[in-house]
């Protein structure tokens, strides 16, 4: 069953929050580059997208990263 | 009878802490099963058995610094033996991390029950600050000591990144490569045909070592950076050096290091390019000889590469060669891979 916008966001969250424990998600800027905000380097972006794919079961290929570079466009390319 | 004693997870370490036992006395351990967790100045490391067999003695209880070499304990082949305890206080020693073998038990037949898990509590260290001041004096020693010479070059990624793009599209996430493995196959194939940047400076002479033991500087969540070794980085395919690297990555971050990749990195690379950063003159890590720096991969799709090495064992005409042939395999991967 396709998931809601919301359950996508709690999977993307709870995924940030196992790659990055110290970051406080809840003043997360939606519209900010998670690899600035929450200091994602380049091992931690390609297990951010392993992640997803476990969970949501989405193969994202390395063209479509810049799409998913912020929360908010992680969702709206997830949702779609 | 195996002694398992206190290793030496860096040629700087002269004494470690004992945090915690994995195994208890009468446990079965396989060699290279995890049995202790070792502090270091830098990092909790996890430590191994070389071999197999019941543990018959611990000798040094958690939270004990001793001198690198003493014996922590004894291992023998024989048969299981298990301490008696509660399942109730086995439950709770295993919830509050309590190590089993270092408690006298005051149940009945001196078995151990849950008040004595209660009164024992492991010990926490900070390694925030134990880190800083370890890394503070390596950096120390190594400005004071080494004659570092640097020397630097722009590597045309181009190629290398097109090679990668296909290589990656026809593949799963889970098995694709990022440019970090690609650099460390070229550095380690580069080193075999210069093995005088892979080794350690010592009692005055260099060293050479045999195996590349790739040091790889990587951020800690919430500070601190630290260089374990990707173990045998010259022996390892390019699928195996970005699995390696990624676990290696992992566990760095957990805190689940072995000792080894601490002790044994022979060359480091720091690559600080996810930070913006344009080119890296790095501090060599004593007593290895030479250290590459990697900055981000700029519009042109050029990367700066900068050797900084050790002038005692190498010099400007060595590193330059050295630094050509890392940036010949670079720019053109289909050649060698």
Redesign the interface.
């Given at each position: 069953m396709k998931k809601s916008r919301e359950e996508i966001r709690q999977v993307v969250l709870g995924v940030l929050h196992r790659i990055?424990?110290?970051a406080d998600l809840d003043e997360l800027d939606p519209d900010a580059l998670l690899?600035e905000e929450i200091e994602l380097?380049?091992?931690d972006f390609?297990?951010f997208?392993?992640e997803i794919?476990k969970e949501l079961k989405r193969?994202?290929?390395?063209?479509d990263y810049t799409r998913i570079s912020t929360l908010n466009g992680c969702l709206d390319y997830l949702s779609s | 009878m195996y002694e398992f004693k206190m290793p030496a997870l860096g040629a700087e370490m002269t004494e470690g802490t004992l945090l915690e036992w994995k195994v208890k006395e009468g446990d079965e351990v396989k060699a290279h099963d995890i049995i202790a967790l070792i502090d270091t100045d830098k990092a909790a490391i996890e430590a191994e058995s070389f071999r197999g067999g019941i543990v018959e003695k611990l000798l040094v209880k958690p939270g004990e610094k001793v001198p690198v070499g003493t014996v922590l304990a004894h291992i023998r082949d024989g048969e299981e033996e298990r301490a008696k305890i509660s399942p109730r206080a086995r439950k709770l020693a295993e919830k509050k991390d309590v190590d089993l073998s270092q408690i006298k038990g005051t149940g009945p037949e001196g078995s151990i029950v849950e008040a004595d898990i209660e009164k024992t509590a492991p010990a926490k260290t900070d390694h925030r600050e134990s880190m800083k001041k370890a890394i503070a004096a390596a950096m120390a020693k190594s400005k004071r000591e080494i004659p570092h010479y640097y020397l630097s070059c722009s590597i045309d990624c181009s190629k290398a990144l097109q090679w990668l793009e296909a290589y990656n599209r026809e593949r799963p996430v889970s098995e694709r490569i990022l440019f970090a493995a690609l650099q460390a196959r070229a550095v380690a194939a580069a080193l075999k045909k210069h093995p005088e940047f892979n080794g350690y400076f010592v009692n005055g002479e260099f060293q050479p070592k045999e195996s590349v033991h790739m040091g790889f500087a990587i951020s800690l969540r919430g500070g601190g950076l630290i260089a374990p070794a990707l173990l045998d980085a010259d022996k390892l395919s390019l699928e195996e050096t970005m699995k390696n690297l990624s676990d290696l990555v992992a566990r760095t971050r957990e805190g689940k290091l072995r000792d080894r990749e601490m002790s044994d990195p022979t060359i480091t690379i720091t690559n600080l390019g996810d930070l913006g950063v344009d080119a890296v003159f790095g501090v060599i890590y004593p007593p290895q000889v030479a250290l590459l720096g990697f900055g981000k991969i700029g519009e042109n799709q050029a990367i700066s590469m900068t050797l900084s090495a050790d002038h005692r064992v190498t010099n400007g005409l060595s590193g330059s060669r050295f630094l050509n042939t890392i940036k010949q395999l670079l720019e053109d991967p289909e050649k060698w891979l």
């Open positions: 990055a424990p110290e690899q380097d380049s091992m390609l297990r997208v392993q794919d193969d994202i290929p390395e063209s | -």
